[in-house]
């Protein structure tokens, strides 16, 4: 793949023309120094580092530690916002760096940690199949697809991760299907948000409702379903209904609608529709446990903190009482005793979970800034935010993460505020583990 830097993005490098090259070693020099006393880079796409295979290699994942930095991000970042990526990865410009990837990006990040003060970075020059120590990779990777993946499906190759018992591939949105009428992914079915949701509250709607649109679909319960949206919290929102449901595989795109124009793949315009007819096969829901409503959050709110989150996926302003983040939302505030598991800019976005092209940031990142507020895996935790799109997100990664006992609060906020009676609160707070310090 070729890499290409706009001059006003890099000028420095794009006039140095990469002269300076980095130091290259093999994996067996790497494997003599201290863990303590390196980083290292992963430069590849996050879908690999996450856990997918290369072309020609039988195992995907990553060297244990490495921290994800694709470079084909670099492109898009402006010098300030490499900077604030490094610092969120918690990059230390003074230890020895040693980047994987192609040739060519290692060469390209390379170059670009150079102008943020990493002087002593080196390229790892063989390919990560050649790693003859154990990789990691997500517990659950094969849910958070690379377009790839998809296209794979789609043109019928058979592989170790292949559907076993057919597809749907579901464009998710809300509203009609403009934007999909004009291109989708070749065979995509779409599904409107309105749909799965009803009012007052932007709850999911009845389980009978459910099963009719399901059927709609032409899903049953053994059906793999791969889900992506332009937005793809939309698509995360209906594959939290579909888990709900009972659908056994319930697959993500990783980057959604962006991720497969970014990689250049085939499009195509007009409505697809179902035309198979099936039953799903289970009662619906099949797993009532994954989405709950006020009774359950108040349950969970009645155990000691170190054995429950109720997790709010919002602004820190929305958190705090600043904004309620929603026109038609007019409580401002969080559920008292919920905790705040970060979010993004506003409503409508999840910065502090997503790369800059749009995938899921690395169960490292994730997990670095959940623990701050004492969210553990080993508790029982539900995500909530204004109405379920932004916890939906949050309670797949978490899912793909391994966590176990995680649920999506279907009412959130906006429901939860919508009754005076309920316990509120407003105003700055710590986080739980650093009231105790």
């Known amino acids: 793949m070729m890499y290409f830097i706009p001059k006003a993005v890099f000028p420095a490098i794009v006039f140095a023309s990469f ?73 230390d410009t003074r230890k020895p760096t040693y980047l994987y990837c192609n040739e060519t990006g290692s060469q390209l990040l390379s170059s670009a940690l150079n ?28 849910y958070l697809v690379s377009p790839q993946w998809v296209k794979d499906v789609v043109e019928g190759k058979q592989s170790a991760f292949a559907p076993k018992k057919g597809y749907k591939l579901v464009e998710v949105a809300w509203g009609p299907p403009g934007k999909y009428l004009a291109s989708h992914i070749p065979t995509a079915l779409y599904l409107n948000t309105n749909r799965i949701e009803s009012e007052p509250w932007w709850n999911r709607v009845s389980d009978e409702k459910l099963t009719e649109i399901i059927r709609d679909l032409g899903i049953r319960y053994d059906t793999t379903v791969i889900l992506y949206g332009r937005d793809n919290t939309a698509a995360a929102r209906a594959a939290s209904m579909m888990m709900y449901a009972g659908v056994d595989d319930v697959r993500l795109l990783n980057g959604g609608w962006t991720s497969w124009v970014n990689a250049g793949f085939t499009t195509e315009p007009l409505l697809n ?41 919002r602004t820190w302003d929305e958190y705090i009482g600043v904004t309620s983040g929603y026109r038609y939302i007019k409580p401002k505030g969080r559920i008292e005793g919920s905790k705040w598991g970060h979010a993004g800019s506003d409503a409508n976005h999840l910065e502090d979970f997503r790369n800059p092209d749009l995938t899921m940031k690395s169960a490292t990142d994730i997990t670095r800034i959940w623990q701050e507020w004492n969210i553990t895996p080993a508790q029982d935790v539900s995500f909530y935010c204004g109405t379920g799109w932004r916890a939906s997100s949050t309670f797949f990664y978490a899912y793909v993460m391994g966590w176990e006992n995680i649920s999506v609060f279907d009412g959130g906020w906006y429901e939860w505020s919508g009754d005076k009676s309920n316990p509120t609160n407003t105003g700055d707070i710590k986080p739980p583990q650093m009231m105790t310090l």
């Open 19 to 91: 002269s300076a090259q980095a130091t290259t070693i093999s994996f067996n020099d790497l494997s003599v120094m201290p863990a303590s006393d390196i980083q290292i880079i992963d430069c590849r796409s996050s879908n690999h580092y996450n856990g997918w295979p290369e072309d020609g290699a039988t195992q995907g994942g990553h060297i244990p530690g490495a921290i994800n930095i694709d470079a084909n991000w670099i492109n898009d970042l402006s010098p300030e916002s490499l900077q604030t990526l490094l610092t969120e990865k918690q990059i």
């Open 115 to 142: 102008t943020q003060g990493l002087k002593n970075v080196s390229i790892i020059d063989e390919p990560l199949q050649n790693y003859t120590g154990e990789l990691e990779a997500l517990p659950k990777f094969q």
């Open 273 to 313: 529709t179902n035309k198979d007819k099936v039953d799903f096969g289970k009662t619906i829901p099949a797993n009532p446990e994954l989405i709950i409503d006020i009774p359950e959050a108040k349950e969970m709110l009645t155990k000691p903190e170190d054995e429950q989150s109720l997790v709010s996926i």
